[in-house]
């Protein structure tokens, strides 16, 4: 049951769901949950959705109304009940020490959860305008934002130059294919071996049974997002296939 | 209070029609360890071909206002890897496992199925001549019933287990392929698999599946389900397993009631993975006449 709603940004939205306890507590970050948005049999599938965070009987999300699933989401209010299936996926490696959170847009959806659970040094957000930069609490952060209206004018690969890589013993990914495969391409080799990328596709099951969220493997062949990942290292993907897909 | 119920298919008895449709289940693994296998009948496992195949590009699944569209384009591990590992996994399910089998070719399926026979996992096979994401195979085979008899008789002569033929609804008459299964020994026809579908971006005149065209599956495809199965099981005596667009008990009892012998439930189990249940609960209490 929906029991918090709120339009954070414009057009962006966080939901609090009331989950039996315990299932969600030790869903590890970068898990995720999948929503029948309707009741009606469509649109038919459910709709996959990052977990922001987690409490003792709650699950929090964050979206923007993009299209169908998000919009019927959208217009939903506390105390509708909606079927919930979760948590999903496997989530971050959880190393100690250092972490570098990277998000673009709304790619940064899944870092309040992952921010409070490891020892989250420095956060860079990138966004087209502040009206779609998320502000994750209790976090060291730099934005940069393609107008300017919030932090430097400019795009998040503009922030990298300064990073010192060596700092952290982990990094986490999220936002836009391009976006990422951009930060990606800045980072040097060592960097990129402790990236874990939170990626998303076009779902079906959710569990893998039906191979329709592939996410290009590096060396061939595919992953499956919902039960290889959605948390990929950087590594094990084929950037320029995934790239080209979109 | 459900006793009485009982569904004889493949001479074995059930105490539900539900089939779980090839593609949507995997190898019901995953299921089984949810507890969703409850209220099902059998599994239909993902196809498996002789080779392994990668699959389609991403992609591989897009929605319409009314269904959903789906280029997966037989991505399996191969038989080698099937008997390996999937199989052996597999015999602890708790209900019947029917392997569905693809080919490129008319002799891929007897070979496929000349090495499933090493197993004793299956409990019968579905030959798939009817993919709508492939090049080769897929539904030039099933459109033609010169070669749904071929490949029924060369199946025949090597499977010592049952087998159906699923069927397509796309070119040709799915009447005349379901004699023609009938006649090379098929034990059972699937009735039917996706119809051919495709979306286009008006503004780019672009396709976002990236082979076009795909296969297309739901809620509203029943009455085209029905009409096919009552079509074919009037005209032939072997079973008919219905296949498309049943999400509803009703759905269920309707394919029944046109001449389905088992039902199979495929893009709702995508949306509901303990739809198995769901869906023989509440056909047992319409059944019983019970709210």
């Not at chain 1, 315990?22 to 970050?29: G, L, M």
């Not at chain 1, 495969?181 to 569990?207: F, L, Y």
């Not at chain 2, 019968?124 to 994401?133: D, K, L, R, T």
Request: include cysteine.
């Amino acid at each position: 049951m929906i029991i918090e709603k709120e339009e954070i940004l414009p057009g962006v939205y966080r939901i609090k769901f009331e989950v039996p306890a315990p299932y969600f507590i030790e869903a590890q970050p970068g898990r995720f949950i999948q929503l029948e948005v309707s009741h009606d049999p469509f649109p038919v599938t459910r709709r996959p959705f990052t977990i922001s965070s987690v409490s003792e009987s709650s699950v929090e999300i964050v979206f923007e109304a993009v299209g169908r699933g998000t919009g019927i989401l959208a217009e939903a209010d506390a105390g509708r009940s909606l079927r919930l299936l979760g948590p999903l996926g496997s989530g971050y490696r959880l190393d100690p020490g250092k972490w570098l959170l990277i998000g673009g847009g709304l790619g940064a959806a899944g870092f309040p959860g992952l921010a409070a659970t490891v020892e989250c040094d420095l956060l860079l957000l990138g966004a087209s305008s502040q009206d779609k930069l998320l502000t994750i609490r209790e976090t060291e952060t730099v934005t940069i934002t393609e107008d300017g209206s919030s932090g430097r004018k400019g795009l998040i690969t503009d922030l990298l130059e300064t990073v010192h890589w060596e700092a952290f013993s982990s990094i986490a990914l999220c936002g836009p294919i391009p976006m990422m495969k951009a930060v990606i391409d800045m980072m040097p080799v060592a960097a990129r071996a402790i990236t874990q990328v939170s990626a998303e596709a076009r779902m079906g099951c959710g569990w893998g049974a039906c191979e329709g969220c592939s996410v290009p493997k590096a060396g061939g062949g595919f992953l499956k997002c919902c039960s290889d990942g959605p948390v990929f290292p950087a590594d094990s993907i084929d950037w320029e296939r995934w790239e080209g897909i979109h | 209070m459900d006793k009485p119920y009982k569904w004889t298919f493949w001479k074995r008895e059930f105490t539900s029609p539900i089939l779980l449709a090839s593609g949507t289940a995997g190898f019901g693994l995953e299921l089984m360890e949810q507890g969703f296998l409850t209220g099902a009948a059998a599994v239909i496992s993902k196809a498996t071909t002789l080779a392994p195949r990668e699959g389609n590009p991403p992609p591989r699944i897009v929605e319409t206002r009314f269904g959903l569209l789906n280029s997966i384009g037989l991505a399996n591990p191969g038989v080698d890897e099937v008997l390996d590992t999937l199989l052996p996994q597999a015999a602890c399910l708790p209900c019947p496992l029917i392997i569905n089998v693809a080919g490129e070719t008319v002799e891929d399926f007897p070979a496929v199925i000349e090495r499933l026979e090493e197993s004793p996992v299956p409990f019968g096979y579905e030959v798939n001549v009817s993919c709508p994401n492939v090049a080769a195979g897929g539904i030039a085979f099933g459109a033609s019933p010169e070669i749904v008899e071929r490949i029924s008789t060369l199946v025949k002569s090597i499977s010592s287990r049952p087998f159906s033929v699923k069927l397509t609804p796309n070119e040709g008459s799915i009447v005349e392929s379901a004699k023609a299964a009938e006649e090379g020994g098929a034990d059972a026809v699937t009735v039917c698999n996706t119809f051919l579908g495709m979306k286009v971006d008006w503004r780019t005149g672009k396709a976002p599946l990236k082979r076009n065209v795909g296969g297309y599956s739901s809620p509203a495809l029943l009455p085209l389900t029905v009409a096919r199965v009552f079509k074919t099981s009037e005209a032939t005596s072997i079973p008919v397993l219905a296949s498309g667009g049943v999400n509803r008990a009703e759905d269920i009892l309707e394919l029944l009631a046109a001449g389905a012998a088992m039902v199979q439930v495929g893009t709702w189990l995508l949306r509901r993975p303990d739809a198995a249940r769901e869906l023989r609960e509440s056909m047992i209490s319409l059944l019983e006449g019970s709210p």
